[in-house]
Nanobody, 126 residues
Framework: VQLVESGGGLVQPGESLRLSCAAS????????IGWFRQAPGKEREGVSC????????YYGDSVKGRFTFTSDNAKNTVYLQMSSLKSEDTAVYYC????????????????????WGQGTQVTVSS
């Protein structure tokens, strides 16, 4: 399994940014794919996750209503559209996956996700 993130960068508060994750080695079958983030000095935080079989999407409380998870199955790519960005969204964002699709319901347990990308930095600052 390979997960390659892109799209990070520096934006101002209130702006938007879209992250991409190109995935390989997961299809076919059911799996979980999503996003975590880690800010300096803080623990990893679950952002969003999709269960491939039924398209169920989960969000962490801190991003609900501002972030949107989408996928393009033809391109084996998932996206995280981030809007109304705040300084506290500054972090390294990681694409994650697991063949145990149920782990989408455990965004508070990063250890449940077996595969991690290299991460992409998102900085929100004026």
């Amino acid at each position: 399994v390979q997960l390659v993130e892109s799209g990070g960068g520096l934006v101002q508060p209130g702006e938007s940014l879209r992250l991409s994750c190109a995935a390989s080695g997961l299809a076919p079958g059911d799996y979980a794919i999503g996003w975590f983030r880690q800010a300096p000095g803080k623990e990893r935080e679950g952002v969003s996750c999709m269960r491939r079989s039924d398209g169920s999407i989960y969000y962490g409380d801190s991003v609900k209503g501002r972030f949107t998870f989408t996928s393009d199955n033809a391109k084996n790519t998932v996206y995280l559209q981030m809007s109304s960005l705040k300084s506290e969204d500054t972090a390294v964002y990681y694409c994650v996956a697991s063949f145990a699709a149920y782990v989408c319901g455990f965004l508070n347990r990063p250890e449940e996700f077996d595969y991690w990308g290299q991460g992409t930095q998102v900085t929100v600052s004026s």
